[in-house]
């Protein structure tokens, strides 16, 4: 029998491609049903979604970034999770962008015990019982602060621009943070300005530029600081608070007179999401009350579900400062929404942390 040597290599060579196919099917397959996560640092934790990791051991990948301009920055660039975990101030940009899918709440188990101020946010709603974004975290933004090095200072914003305290101070690097306040302080609404009074906000900027040490979101590198005393203030979220109070560092999270931000940030399911059915699976996961429980025990802030904080006793949440119902608070804050200006505010506060 003679044997076609040319045809045995054809043949072999299309069942090794067919097998590598076949193996690389399997492997999209398995990558597919791995839940992609886009979320900020510190919140990839799985005591946050323990029963979803019951069912579906390894189940979620997590990726990172740095603030929500950043996050929105790479989704429009073509990075595709399946759930992002945006601010409520940001999701019109995103759903402008025709990067989201709507939300059916009815697949949402504990919809109905998330507190009505945040599931009822204008920019959320989808219609016919869909909503653009899930509700989740909810928190302040305020200046912390060391008792002992800092004697008895005024309420108020003003002292991220107290001359004294030059290049011992930090404030965060985002444009719907500082930003904010320094409108606050020049008298102008941080969420709709005129090109004039974004003037006046930049001159404010500009005037708090040369006292502070550094513009960051590294919160990490923000409570080294504050804990060593190389920083006696600095712009924070209530996590820092929680956790330098938990150390022994004498710090206080101040209550401005012109007024805490306030913020509220959830789940969005990406338009081209791949994993659905995991994603409703993970949200709901993310609303039981034992995750909310722990998100206020462990950072200090507040969560969406109203459960959750009846899992807290008073004397905690009091420590915390935070109030059982969050409409209380939102009667003395800055609810931080979207910002109109947005994206010129964004580029001009480069300009000024660049020296412009």
């Known amino acids: ?136 975290d909810w928190g302040n933004t305020s200046i912390l602060y060391r008792t002992d090095l800092v004697k008895n200072p005024e309420p108020s914003w003003n002292l991220l621009w107290d001359k004294q305290y030059a290049g011992r101070m930090a404030t965060i690097d985002a444009v719907h943070d500082t930003p904010v306040v320094a409108a606050l302080l020049a008298g102008v609404n941080p969420f709709d300005m005129t090109p004039e009074q974004m003037d006046k906000v930049a001159e404010k900027l500009r005037e708090q530029r040369p006292l502070l040490s550094n513009y960051t979101t590294d919160m990490t590198s923000v409570e080294q600081a504050l804990a060593s005393g190389q920083l006696v203030a600095a712009m924070t979220w209530n996590a820092s608070a929680t956790s330098l109070k ?14 805490m931000l306030t913020w509220a940030c959830g789940f969005v399911m990406l338009k081209d999401a791949k994993n659905v059915d995991l994603a409703y699976d993970f949200i709901n996961s993310r609303l039981e009350t034992d995750s909310g429980k722990y998100l206020i025990q462990a950072y200090g802030y507040g969560s969406s579900n109203s459960s959750a904080f009846a899992a807290v006793p008073k004397e905690e949440l009091e420590k915390l400062q935070l109030p059982s119902d969050p409409e209380v608070m939102l009667k003395t804050t800055v609810f931080t929404g979207p910002m109109k200006q947005n994206d010129e505010l964004a580029k001009m506060f480069e300009k000024v942390k660049a020296g412009g």
Request: glycine share 6%; proline share 7%; with cysteine.
């Open 1 to 136: 029998m003679a044997f076609d040597l040319k045809s045995i290599n054809r043949k072999t060579v299309q069942a090794g491609l067919a097998a590598f196919a076949l193996a690389l099917s399997s492997t999209v397959a398995l990558a597919a049903d791995k839940l992609q996560y886009f979320t900020w640092s510190g919140y990839e934790l799985p005591e946050f979604n323990k029963s979803f990791l019951a069912a579906h051991p390894d189940g979620v990948e997590a990726s990172m970034f740095g603030d929500d301009d950043d996050a929105f920055t790479k989704v429009k660039a073509g990075f595709r999770p399946d759930v992002a975990h945006p601010c409520y101030d940001k999701v019109a940009r995103w759903n402008k962008e025709g990067l989201l899918q709507p939300i059916d709440t009815k697949r949402i188990k504990n919809w109905d015990s998330i507190f009505p101020v945040f599931k009822n946010l204008p920019d959320l709603q989808a219609g016919d019982g869909k909503v653009w974004m899930v509700p989740w």
């Open 246 to 259: 938990k150390q022994g560092v004498p710090v206080e999270f101040m209550k401005p007179r012109e007024g």
